[in-house]
């Protein structure tokens, strides 16, 4: 696949995921962006949850998968860049798939009062999510950082994913009156990373140079 390709697949897998999760929240005047989880736009019970979920998170999380498992091949030879894409493919792109098939119930049951099995992959597939993908950002950083070229990628790998990490905490807090904020920063600062990513694969950078 050429790098001009797979930049393209990268940006929209990423392009698709932020419209979604940006029109979710035009569906209900009640619905607030700081406050609930991107998840209650697409839940059971809204009216155009289905569509965002077939149309928007579902193709996102095929292109994103796409990207993640043939992007390291773009990228200087690491086997921490190897294993971290591969982490993303699985863990953000893959399920990104998970919780458009298995939505949440309606509200997304934060009680979890008798959640249905849906309800249940959903919070697991999340919470692998939050789990793995800053950790496989900063792998892949710190696998590009003896690369001269990749310096700048690399850095954004590794602050993007500890900044990240820092909000997942913050958003763990049950009595949290920001949820809805901090995990929009989350998913910013993942897409932004992509698409850092996705630039570095379509300028096709020679690699031989590194830091000494």
Same mark, same amino acid.
């Given at each position: 696949?050429?790098?001009?390709?797979?930049?393209? %697949?990268?940006?929209?897998?990423?392009?698709?995921?932020?419209?979604?999760?940006?029109? &979710?929240?035009?569906?209900? $005047?009640?619905?607030?962006? *700081?406050?609930?989880?991107?998840? #209650?736009?697409?839940? %059971?019970?809204?009216?155009?949850?289905?569509?965002?979920?077939?149309?928007?998170?579902? +193709?996102? &999380? /095929?292109?994103?998968? *796409?990207?993640?498992?043939?992007?390291?091949?773009?990228?200087?030879?690491?086997?921490? /860049?190897?294993?971290?894409?591969?982490? /993303?493919?699985?863990?953000?792109?893959?399920?990104?798939?998970? *919780?458009?098939?298995?939505?949440?119930?309606?509200?997304?049951?934060?009680?979890?009062?008798?959640?249905?099995?849906?309800?249940?992959?959903?919070?697991?597939?999340?919470?692998?999510?939050?789990?793995?993908? +800053?950790?496989?950002?900063?792998? %892949?950083?710190?696998?590009?950082?003896?690369?001269?070229?990749?310096?700048?990628?690399?850095?954004?790998?590794?602050?993007?994913?500890?900044?990240?990490?820092?909000?997942?905490?913050?958003?763990?807090?049950?009595?949290?009156?920001?949820?809805?904020?901090?995990?929009?920063?989350? $998913?910013?600062?993942?897409?932004?990373?992509?698409?850092?990513?996705?630039?570095?694969?379509?300028? &096709?950078? $020679?690699? #031989?140079?590194?830091?000494?």
């Amino acid at each position: 696949m050429s790098n001009k390709l797979l930049f393209t %697949i990268g940006i929209l897998g990423v392009t698709l995921f932020a419209v979604a999760s940006i029109l &979710g929240g035009f569906q209900s $005047e009640s619905y607030n962006h *700081v406050t609930q989880y991107i998840s #209650e736009s697409m839940a %059971i019970d809204t009216p155009y949850g289905k569509l965002l979920r077939y149309v928007g998170y579902l +193709p996102a &999380g /095929v292109l994103l998968t *796409v990207f993640s498992f043939l992007g390291y091949k773009k990228l200087p030879k690491s086997s921490l /860049v190897k294993i971290g894409f591969w982490g /993303v493919g699985i863990f953000y792109g893959f399920s990104t798939i998970i *919780v458009g098939l298995f939505p949440c119930d309606a509200g997304c049951n934060k009680a979890l009062i008798d959640p249905s099995i849906s309800q249940i992959i959903h919070n697991f597939s999340g919470m692998l999510t939050y789990l793995f993908m +800053p950790t496989c950002m900063i792998l %892949i950083g710190v696998g590009l950082l003896k690369f001269k070229k990749y310096r700048t990628l690399s850095l954004l790998g590794i602050i993007s994913g500890l900044l990240s990490f820092i909000f997942i905490g913050l958003l763990s807090d049950p009595s949290t009156n920001y949820a809805g904020l901090f995990q929009r920063v989350i $998913e910013v600062t993942f897409i932004i990373w992509i698409i850092a990513c996705a630039i570095y694969i379509k300028r &096709g950078i $020679e690699t #031989e140079d590194k830091i000494n």
